[in-house]
């Protein structure tokens, strides 16, 4: 029997937009990503609490946190976007801005708490672990995602005298998470007109390096308007008897806890309740398997 495990891949709609931008103050990232479809704003640096800002929000049917609600703070977050893709709401964009206040803030924290001991970057890591559960949700969540970043510069060496030297600007984050999203782009200011640089995309509709007007009909265009515009699905995720099932499961059969990683990366998840119903299913199924090769 061949051990071969490949299957034809199913062909899918793009879904909704996963995406970071970033770009220096004022260029108009905060004014692009709020012009996206009822936008669930998480204001981290309390940047939009301006009137023109919150009666965009407003007009898009949209709502809107600031750090005096907790933005501040990864948990809060990420508790608010496991809320979105579980519960039945009219909202279609979530907004994080900007991810470089948070990211950055959690790593002073830490190293605040530290002191002496930080070292070898222990500061970031739980900024880092932080950001690998946020990336998680995102994937999970049925709604547009921007996280809107401040931009760093990116230094290369000279070739031809070997000094070193700005060589472009980079999003001040996570370096992994560019990775992880569909879009980056960078907004930049030419004369009187804004722009969008695309610094990184797995969409055929936006090739790396082209550049586009920063306008949320453009990229709608590009993107497909009815995928942006559809309304968010929950997430339906495992019921108690579910998780119950599994744990009894687990405590008879001799699972490797690698394996049991192994299942919790691919759903995304960090416990059995975090997983989907049809997950749960499939994990209970494989573990009934187990105990019952012969069914």
């Known amino acids: 029997?061949?051990?071969?495990?490949?299957?034809?891949?199913?062909?899918?709609?793009?879904?909704?937009?996963?995406?970071?931008?970033?770009?220096?103050?004022?260029?108009?990232?905060?004014?692009f990503v709020t012009s996206f479809p009822k936008p669930y704003y998480l204001d981290i640096e309390g940047g939009a609490k301006l009137r023109h800002y919150k009666q965009r929000i407003k007009d898009a049917g949209g709502a809107y946190l600031g750090p005096e609600d907790g933005t501040l703070d990864f948990a809060f977050i990420i508790e608010q976007m496991q809320a979105l893709a579980t519960e039945k709401h009219p909202y279609k964009t979530l907004i994080v801005d900007s991810i470089t206040k948070l990211y950055q803030t959690t790593i002073a924290n830490e190293a605040e708490k530290l002191g002496?001991?930080?070292?070898?970057?222990?500061?970031?890591?739980?900024?880092i672990a932080s950001m690998r559960r946020?990336?998680?949700?995102?994937?999970?969540?049925?709604?547009?995602?921007?996280?809107?970043?401040?931009?760093?510069?990116?230094?290369?060496?000279n070739p031809k005298?070997?000094?070193?030297?700005?060589?472009?600007?980079?999003?001040?984050?996570?370096?992994?998470?560019?990775?992880?999203?569909?879009?980056?782009?960078?907004?930049?200011?030419?004369?009187?007109?804004?722009?969008?640089?695309?610094?990184?995309?797995?969409l055929t509709g936006f090739p790396d390096h082209e550049t586009f007007p920063l306008e949320y009909s453009d990229f709608a265009e590009r993107?497909?308007?009815d995928f942006i515009e559809a309304e968010a699905k929950p997430l339906e995720l495992a019921t108690p008897e579910q998780v119950a099932e599994i744990e009894r499961l687990?405590?008879?059969?001799?699972?490797?806890?690698?394996?049991?990683?192994k299942w919790k990366a691919k759903a995304g998840a960090?416990?059995?309740?975090?997983?989907?119903?049809?997950?749960?299913k499939g994990v209970i199924d494989a573990l009934n398997k187990q105990i019952n090769p012969s069914k």
């Open 250 to 261: 687990v405590s008879l059969v001799k699972i490797d806890p690698a394996t049991i990683d």
């Open 1 to 31: 029997m061949s051990k071969l495990k490949g299957k034809s891949p199913e062909l899918s709609s793009p879904g909704k937009t996963k995406g970071m931008i970033y770009s220096g103050s004022g260029v108009g990232k905060t004014w």
């Open 161 to 202: 005298n070997g000094q070193r030297e700005e060589i472009g600007k980079i999003a001040d984050v996570w370096d992994k998470l560019i990775y992880e999203l569909d879009i980056t782009l960078q907004a930049v200011k030419r004369g009187p007109q804004r722009l969008a640089i695309v610094r990184k995309s797995r």
């Open 223 to 225: 993107y497909g308007k």
């Open 270 to 280: 960090e416990t059995f309740a975090e997983f989907n119903t049809d997950q749960a």
């Open 134 to 157: 946020l990336v998680n949700w995102a994937m999970r969540l049925d709604m547009n995602i921007w996280f809107v970043a401040h931009e760093a510069t990116e230094w290369g060496i």
């Open 116 to 127: 002496e001991k930080d070292a070898f970057g222990a500061s970031k890591k739980p900024a």
